[in-house]
Nanobody
């Protein structure tokens, strides 16, 4: 059924950039909310950014000036452009897809992609 597959993670130096992609399959790209979350060792999973179907975005304070979420609705894809990366950005990044196309709200997650920021 519905699957989310993240890609684009890797190892970068502080100050570097990375673009993550998330492809949604198994359903039409009809969403209430799309988002990116991250999970670092020893910490709880945390919100990074969301975008709703009207294009309204919400960023956590620590990434507002550095990260940008965007979508390509024709390709069922959501992106996260990450600039000026810091060591504290190191985490597994997960894509989130929320939709009510089935008559009730459902919430899906990808398997994650590792981002490591280190010298």
């Amino acid at each position: 059924q519905v699957q989310l597959v993240e890609s684009g993670g890797g190892l970068v130096q502080p100050g570097g950039s990375l673009r993550l992609s998330c492809v949604v399959s198994g359903t039409t790209f009809s969403y209430l909310v799309l988002g990116w979350y991250r999970h670092a060792p020893g910490k709880e999973r945390e919100f990074v950014v969301t975008i709703n179907s009207d294009g309204i975005t919400n960023y956590r304070d620590s990434v507002k000036s550095r990260f940008t979420i965007s979508t390509d609705n024709a390709k069922n894809t959501v992106f996260l452009q990450m600039n000026s990366l810091k060591p504290e950005d190191t985490a597994i990044y997960y894509c989130n897809f929320v939709s009510s196309r089935w008559g009730f709200t459902r919430d899906f997650w990808g398997q994650g992609t590792q981002v490591t920021v280190s010298s």
